[in-house]
């Protein structure tokens, strides 16, 4: 395929409308029903990250190095990621990303501006900048004290954010979508926290994306990666120590990552813990629809609880999912 006629043909992948108003793959789309994404040159990629400059690198993503850019064009400020084609990763997963973020459009889902494919081995992503970077930094990474810990309230909203996306394309794309690579290094934030995927994996099993998310949702809430050797032999495995816990109600304020100090509605944290637990049940088919998640979280979002005093026992009706 040559990359610079990167037409992406939608063919049966556009995206479903609750109206009749046509969807945004449509809207998108040429008379032909491709969706073309613009190709850089690599020289354009040269002049707006100055010669790829160390100043200009911002961090190291998914497939390589990352770059702060501006386009000489327009002006904007871009994310410019260089891709190994010859890394772990391959050829095809950069056409996967390419393509997937061609057409699927989610305020959830990051914006892929072009790409840049030359003779050789250049290959590179060029997608909206979004200045707080991954979720991971500000997460996991204790180096910086100046950086306060994400609070309550914007944990849900990142978890918000994320379920959304996955219902949407889940359940609004046909055919169906799996994202696969969910954690909290490919989950950007913009300057008001509001997350964006990014990096499409290539899985053929939408509930694999549902234990994810619990998995994910358990990093959220415990402020702890999903595996730690850092940590003592019982505690590294994050799934295994959470569900141990999951079974003795008196002990789920364990669970809560102790920079959030006890500021968090008792009822929605155990909430929270409830939807996790249902999204990591071993067997597949009883875990929830990412439908189902969204409108859950979506409950804990807009509880008025502002208790910040944990309580000891939860309400029956939680504890009935998490045991």
């Given at each position: 395929m040559e990359m610079r006629d990167f037409g992406l043909k939608v063919g049966v992948l556009v995206l479903s409308s609750d109206?009749?108003?046509?969807?945004?793959?449509?809207?998108?789309?040429?008379?032909s029903g491709s969706l073309i994404t613009k190709c850089f040159t690599f020289q354009e990629l040269y002049d707006a990250t100055q010669n790829f400059s160390p100043d200009c690198q911002v961090d190291i993503g998914s497939f390589g190095n990352v770059y702060r850019g501006k386009l000489g064009e327009t002006g904007e400020?871009?994310?410019i990621e260089h891709f190994d084609r010859n890394g772990p990763r391959g050829n095809r997963e950069f056409?996967?990303?390419?393509?997937?973020?061609?057409?699927?459009?989610?305020?959830?889902?990051?914006?892929l501006i072009g790409y840049c494919a030359e003779d050789g081995n250049e290959r590179f992503l060029v997608h909206e900048y979004l200045s707080l970077g991954s979720l991971d930094k500000h997460l996991?990474?204790?180096?910086?004290?100046?950086?306060?810990?994400?609070d309550w309230y914007t944990r849900i909203k990142i978890a918000l954010g994320t379920a959304s996306a996955l219902e949407f394309i889940h359940?609004?794309?046909?055919?169906s979508v799996i994202y696969r690579n969910l954690k909290p290094s490919n989950i950007l934030l913009d300057s008001d926290f509001n997350a964006k995927l990014y990096d499409f994996g290539l899985s053929l099993d939408l509930l694999a994306d549902v234990y994810s998310f619990g998995v994910f949702l358990l990093e959220l809430i415990t402020g702890r990666r999903a595996v730690d050797m850092t940590r003592p032999p019982k505690e590294q495995n994050l799934v295994f120590?959470?569900?141990?816990?999951?079974?003795?109600?008196?002990?789920f304020p364990e669970l809560a990552d102790p920079l959030l100090q006890g500021k968090f509605p008792s009822q929605g944290f155990i909430k929270?813990?409830?939807?996790?637990?249902?999204?990591l049940q071993e067997q597949q088919t009883a875990r929830p629809m990412m439908s189902d998640v969204v409108a859950a979280i979506m409950s804990i979002s807009s509880d008025d609880n502002l208790d910040d005093n944990?309580?000891?026992?939860?309400?029956?009706?939680?504890?009935e999912h998490l045991t």
């Amino acid at each position: 395929m040559e990359m610079r006629d990167f037409g992406l043909k939608v063919g049966v992948l556009v995206l479903s409308s609750d109206n009749n108003e046509p969807n945004t793959a449509e809207r998108a789309s040429n008379d032909s029903g491709s969706l073309i994404t613009k190709c850089f040159t690599f020289q354009e990629l040269y002049d707006a990250t100055q010669n790829f400059s160390p100043d200009c690198q911002v961090d190291i993503g998914s497939f390589g190095n990352v770059y702060r850019g501006k386009l000489g064009e327009t002006g904007e400020i871009v994310a410019i990621e260089h891709f190994d084609r010859n890394g772990p990763r391959g050829n095809r997963e950069f056409l996967v990303q390419v393509m997937m973020l061609s057409i699927l459009h989610h305020p959830n889902l990051i914006n892929l501006i072009g790409y840049c494919a030359e003779d050789g081995n250049e290959r590179f992503l060029v997608h909206e900048y979004l200045s707080l970077g991954s979720l991971d930094k500000h997460l996991h990474d204790r180096s910086s004290q100046e950086k306060p810990p994400i609070d309550w309230y914007t944990r849900i909203k990142i978890a918000l954010g994320t379920a959304s996306a996955l219902e949407f394309i889940h359940h609004k794309a046909i055919p169906s979508v799996i994202y696969r690579n969910l954690k909290p290094s490919n989950i950007l934030l913009d300057s008001d926290f509001n997350a964006k995927l990014y990096d499409f994996g290539l899985s053929l099993d939408l509930l694999a994306d549902v234990y994810s998310f619990g998995v994910f949702l358990l990093e959220l809430i415990t402020g702890r990666r999903a595996v730690d050797m850092t940590r003592p032999p019982k505690e590294q495995n994050l799934v295994f120590w959470a569900l141990r816990i999951l079974k003795k109600p008196k002990k789920f304020p364990e669970l809560a990552d102790p920079l959030l100090q006890g500021k968090f509605p008792s009822q929605g944290f155990i909430k929270a813990l409830a939807v996790a637990a249902m999204c990591l049940q071993e067997q597949q088919t009883a875990r929830p629809m990412m439908s189902d998640v969204v409108a859950a979280i979506m409950s804990i979002s807009s509880d008025d609880n502002l208790d910040d005093n944990m309580i000891s026992l939860p309400h029956e009706a939680y504890v009935e999912h998490l045991t």
